[in-house]
């Protein structure tokens, strides 16, 4: 799935409009990006990715 693709199906899936979903996307990648890139170790990293990837995961959440 391409950025393009994930932005058309979160539009679809939340009802918000496509240049919103792209304008939330893009922040959240920014965010991404800079923690971690802040990171001080890989370790730190992962720990990061893990943390993200259990909140996204837990039931209720998008």
Do not use: H, P, W
């Amino acid at each position: 799935m391409n950025n393009e693709e994930l932005i058309k199906k979160v539009s679809e899936n939340s009802g918000v409009n496509v240049d919103d979903c792209e304008r939330v996307l893009n922040a959240l990648e920014d965010v991404l990006d800079n923690e971690l890139s802040n990171s001080k170790s890989v370790a730190g990293a992962f720990d990061k990715i893990y943390k993200l990837m259990t909140y996204f995961n837990k039931k209720g959440r998008v």
